[in-house]
């Protein structure tokens, strides 16, 4: 399941939240939990073996308690109380049971029951659940002063159920299926509730299809980053801190790595870094409108009685850089970057791993400019998000998020906005879609995701354009030609989105086997006795000179194939073995990541390897 949360640190994303609320059924709410999570064609398939599932459960379990059974992306699950803890060989059994109804071919018949009559049906069958999602409705549409709802049910074969569709035909549609795993959940997701058991299982059109995605979720779980994390010492997590990295050397080589590349193009396009306070006065967050709208989502501090907040972005702060002095138009554009330390309060219960965290820094800009500018700073900001993306072989593609219902300022300035951003995405070449209405209250956004090495797509970062909330809430202006007062705009803008993320999710699509220029090590030497250990000293320090930064020598009294193993495990680009030989003629035999061992291996002197290797790094190359 995609993490769509965008590492930019906006305002944006606050309100967007917020207002989500109004739009989705509320969470745990009876007209979520009849939702069946039919969105897309296959969506039926899925569902519909949810109740399959569903159907053997209660074969095997007759007491069993239903909860829901949604489509979900790649399958489905379905929530159960059961009198005990389920067994691998229980879902066996399950499965087994599943495959028998498939080949019975039962009809999926629609029914629609008169409330009273199907409230009855569920009561007699045990399913407090089902009744207690029927009352739901009945009081909603009582204080709504309607009349109780028509139920309706789907049934196939000996299993009836609460349920608005749709469904596939028959069972005889339901396409090659498997179950995965179990996991608790709560009944609507509060702790409070019983605790179930979810079964979730996936199922295809076809038998390639589904061998496919058993293949993909194998790879997924072996290039997990919080398993690589440990694995290649990069960071760790500490119920001390949850949702906070602990950085170790390794990783946090990779992450500085990663902020300076951004940094050197910052420079290149003129941009100066600033930092503003983490801790700061509740009155900042009433101007910016977040006390009213994201105060739930912020960490609030007690400073002598005064209440303060750790920053969740650092849009408010930027402006009074901006304000700090008259402003020209000469003075524009000014680009601001910050790689502010961020809190965002998360439930402790979605943290997971980098890619959902309290603790975050983001390689975010504010620049502000004048609005015959904007179309040129977007042209630049594409050719940043090109750039940057290159560097990991990345085609980013972007969604454009366009004018909300509720948005703030003039409908003219939005479409002038708009035009303005459409034909600068046009002339990008870079792929995008338009997701109408998406955009923030307050500016139209371009949100950048990439797919990964398993097809999967994850959400980095944003550019919004934004001409009302930091120019009009702080009060911003300049001095045009004529020595008149104007409204800047502010573009918000980050690249990668939050490094914690970005990192999170390159460690999974490279494997952990991160490109010659950024792995935090870049070669290791290996000398194969003792007394080849001042050669290879002497060799890490050419490499060095040649530009490589993380060179290490493997000292230690392992054997040659042991130190190879080791370094092939710690995935490193480049292994270079030192013996008599090699020392005589002042070279090293290079073995590259992932080469096979019958591969020749390459001998080169140590002067063409430190100038190989630092033309690597410096063009950043890939392989
Ligand atoms: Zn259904
Ligand atoms: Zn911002």
Not at 194 to 216: C, S
Not at 555 to 584: C, F, H, T, W
Not at 588 to 594: I, T
Request: aromatic share 10%; proline share 5%; with cysteine.
């Amino acid at each position: 399941m995609a993490d769509n949360r965008t590492g930019a640190a906006d305002a944006a994303v606050m309100i967007d939240e917020d207002e989500s609320t109004f739009e989705a059924p509320q969470r745990g709410s009876a007209d979520e939990l009849l939702d069946v999570g039919a969105h897309a064609p296959i969506d039926a398939m899925r569902h519909s073996t949810a109740h399959v599932m569903a159907e053997a459960v209660l074969e095997l379990f007759p007491d069993a308690k239903l909860g829901i059974g949604p489509a979900i992306d790649n399958g489905f699950y379905y929530d159960f109380a059961l009198p005990r803890p389920l067994t691998p060989a229980d879902l066996d059994a399950v499965e087994e049971r599943m495959r028998a109804s498939v080949r019975s071919d039962h009809a999926f018949v629609r029914k629609e029951v008169p409330f009273a009559e199907g409230r009855a049906l569920e009561e007699r069958h045990g399913q407090s659940f089902k009744v207690e999602i029927l009352d739901d409705l009945a009081k909603k549409a009582a204080d709504a002063g309607g009349d109780v709802p028509t139920t309706t049910f789907y049934e196939h074969g000996p299993f009836i159920d609460l349920c608005k569709g749709p469904h596939v035909e028959s069972t005889g549609h339901i396409g090659p299926f498997k179950l995965l795993a179990v996991a608790g959940a709560y009944w609507r997701g509060d702790e409070k509730r019983p605790m179930l058991q979810r079964i979730y299982g996936t199922v295809w059109e076809t038998q390639e299809e589904l061998d496919q995605y058993l293949w993909r979720r194998e790879e997924a779980k072996k290039r997990d980053h919080r398993k690589l994390g440990v694995q290649l010492d990069l960071f760790s997590f500490h119920d001390v801190a949850p949702g906070s990295a602990f950085w170790h050397p390794k990783g946090w080589r990779l992450y500085q790595t990663l902020r300076d590349a951004m940094r050197g193009l910052q420079d290149r396009r003129g941009y100066e870094e600033v930092y503003t306070p983490p801790l700061v006065h509740q009155k900042l967050w009433e101007q910016s409108g977040h006390w009213a709208h994201y105060r739930d989502n912020m960490y609030l501090v007690d400073v002598e009685g005064q209440t303060f907040s750790l920053k969740p972005m650092n849009c408010p702060e930027s402006s009074f850089i901006y304000r700090s002095r008259l402003r020209s138009y000469r003075d524009l554009p000014l680009r601001l970057a910050e790689y502010g330390v961020l809190h965002r309060n998360e439930l402790s219960g979605v943290l997971s791993g980098l890619t959902r965290v309290r603790h975050f820094v983001t390689d975010d800009a504010h620049i502000f400019l004048r609005p015959e500018q904007i179309a040129s700073e977007i042209e630049a900001l594409m050719g940043e998000i090109r750039e940057a993306y290159s560097w990991f072989g990345l085609t980013p593609t972007l969604t454009f998020g366009t004018r909300p219902d509720k948005a703030l300022g003039d409908i003219d300035t939005w479409n002038e906005t708009e035009a303005i951003m459409r034909t600068e995405l046009e002339r990008s070449g870079l792929e995008y879609r338009v997701k109408a209405k998406d955009g923030a209250f307050y500016a139209p956004k371009i949100d950048i995701q990439i797919t990964d090495a398993l097809g999967r797509e994850w959400q980095t970062a944003t550019i919004q354009v934004d001409r009302v909330m930091l120019p009009e809430q702080f009060d911003l202006w300049y001095i045009d030609e004529e020595g008149r007062q104007q409204r800047p705009v502010a573009i918000h803008r980050a690249i990668y989105g939050s490094l914690e993320r970005f990192i999170g999710v390159l460690t999974e699509h490279f494997a952990g086997a991160f490109p010659l220029w950024c792995a935090p090590v870049q070669a290791v030497i290996i000398p194969i006795a003792d007394r080849h250990v001042d050669a290879a000293r002497e060799l890490a320090g050419e490499l060095r000179t040649g530009g490589l930064r993380f060179v290490e020598v493997d000292e230690s009294d392992n054997r040659m194939q042991n130190k190879i193993r080791l370094a092939q495990g710690q995935k490193v680009p480049y292994m270079l073995i030192l013996g008599d030989r090699e020392i005589e003629a002042r070279s090293a035999a290079v073995r590259r990541r992932g080469a096979a061992k019958d591969e020749p291996q390459e001998i080169l002197p140590w002067a063409e390897l430190a100038e190989r290797l630092g033309a690597e790094v410096r063009e950043r190359r890939l392989a």
